[in-house]
């Protein structure tokens, strides 16, 4: 029988402890989603002053990097090189750079998504919350 890890309540915590320790030290303001490998929602965090519209974006980029099983920032840019077509992909709302799978085992446990600054901040941010149970 085959055995997956999964993110438990501890795991998830400390993603988003780590995640909100890296925009803080940065001072950005953010929401930071993690979702399970479906892409069901496990936790939002949204910072002070991070505008609303970020919880709903940082949730999107979670759930399409745990169903796409890869970095958001491969879907943005398939898009900008020309695939448009990949617009119209249906439930993969959070193409935009800042979506993090979480791997265990080499396997998709689920995602963290960021959102409130520049892209490359976003990720930076999910990807210092990954780090946190890598």
């Known amino acids: 029988m085959q055995q997956k890890a999964v993110l438990g ?36 965090r949204r910072l002070d ?3 609303p519209m970020g919880s709903y974006i940082a949730t999107e980029k979670a759930r399409s990097a745990a169903l796409g099983r890869k970095e958001t920032q491969v879907f943005e840019e398939m898009i900008n090189n020309g695939r448009n077509a ?8 959070g193409t935009m750079t800042g979506g993090v799978p979480v791997m265990v085992d080499g396997q998709v446990v689920g995602a963290v ?19 946190a149970i890598g």
């Not at 915590?13 to 953010?30: H, S, T, Y």
């Not at 990949?86 to 709302?93: G, R, Y």
């Not at 998504?113 to 780090?131: E, M």
Request: glycine residues 10%; proline residues 5%; aromatic residues 4%.
């Open 86 to 93: 990949f617009l119209s992909a249906p439930v993969l709302q």
């Open 49 to 51: 002053d991070c505008a």
């Open 113 to 131: 998504g960021v959102s409130g600054v520049k892209p490359d901040q976003d990720a930076q941010t999910a990807k210092a919350g990954v780090a």
């Open 9 to 44: 309540l501890a795991d998830v915590n400390r993603i988003l402890d780590a995640a909100q320790a890296e925009a803080e030290a940065q001072g950005w303001n953010v929401a930071i989603a993690v979702v399970d490998d479906g892409g069901h929602p496990l936790a939002l």
